[in-house]
């Protein structure tokens, strides 16, 4: 299976964007809390009705990850009771991976990756803590928090940053990532 054909494949994701033009959250601590505030308040209205895979399937700046979801056969998993929190790359992200990663996968090592990025629990940014946390693949994360910053180191010992937070569903919060975790 070619990136090509994951791009072209229609569904949903494991992962999710903003809905275009809705929400602009980050992790940045900079910015005032009456301003972090009212855009975590606006995420939830704007969103909390739909599922995380409803969200997702909303924006084209994630059908890498949406074809991929639905290749593993997650669909049904993310549009469940939950709650989920998605740690999610978007395509640029995928775009970082070496050449043939994609089409070189199994849908065991698909499925593998893309469990890799859900934690169990709705963890949102205010609420994020720096040590390990285990996602539903059964291996382990590390999160950094640094200086109100936030990033996720993978298995291998890569790190991604979170360049976007609390994108919130009914059942879930997704959290936009700038790379590809690998168990």
Same mark, same amino acid.
């Given at each position: 299976m070619s990136l090509r054909h994951l791009k *072209?494949? /229609?569904g949903i994701a494991i992962v999710a964007s903003l809905a275009l033009g809705t929400v602009a959250c980050s992790s940045d601590s900079t910015s005032s809390s009456d301003t972090t505030a009212k855009a975590k308040a606006s995420t939830t209205m704007a969103m909390k009705s739909e599922t995380i895979v409803q969200i997702a399937s909303g924006n *084209?700046?994630?059908s890498t990850l949406v074809g991929a979801l639905k290749t593993a056969g997650l669909v049904d998993t993310l549009s469940g009771k939950g709650p989920f929190t998605v740690f999610a790359p978007s395509n640029e992200a995928f775009a970082k991976l070496? *050449? /043939?990663t994609l089409a070189s996968l199994t849908t065991a090592?698909?499925?593998s990756i893309l469990t890799y990025h859900v934690v169990a629990g709705e963890v949102l940014a205010k609420d994020v803590k720096p040590g390990k946390v285990k996602t539903v693949n059964g291996e382990e994360l590390t999160i950094n928090v640094n200086g109100g910053k936030v990033t996720i180191t993978d298995a291998k010992g890569n790190t991604v940053n979170v360049v976007k937070t609390d994108i919130v569903g009914s059942? /879930?919060?997704i959290h936009v990532i700038d790379g590809v975790l690998m168990p």
């Open positions: *072209a494949i /229609g *084209a700046d994630f070496p *050449a /043939g090592q698909l499925t059942n /879930g919060v």
